[in-house]
């Protein structure tokens, strides 16, 4: 896996843990550091979300062309 092909998504909260998942080419390594292999598509797939219902975010995914698209979803916004 090429550095340049991964996106990193760090994720910081109020308690000071860290979580990092690495999305590269065709795998992912999750936040508990285990490795998938994986195929990327032009719909959204989600990478992390919360479940708890205390904090309201997800990171999705998506390929267009040569280029990972991420969208990042909090409370009611999109960026």
């Known amino acids: 896996m090429h550095l340049a092909n991964t996106i990193t998504i ?10 990092v998942c690495l999305i590269g080419s065709e ?8 490795f998938y292999n994986a195929s990327f598509s032009g719909c959204d797939q989600v990478l ?4 708890s219902g205390r904090y309201k975010f997800a990171v999705l ?3 267009e062309g040569d280029k990972k ?3 990042v979803l909090l409370n009611k916004e999109k960026i």
Do not use: A, E, Y
Not at 10 to 19: Q, T, V
Not at 48 to 51: A, H, M, S, V
């Open 27 to 34: 795998t992912v390594t999750t936040f508990d550091g285990l």
């Open 10 to 19: 760090c994720l910081f909260f109020f308690s000071h843990n860290k979580g």
């Open 69 to 71: 698209i991420v969208t």
């Open 48 to 51: 992390t979300k919360d479940c």
């Open 61 to 63: 995914s998506r390929v």
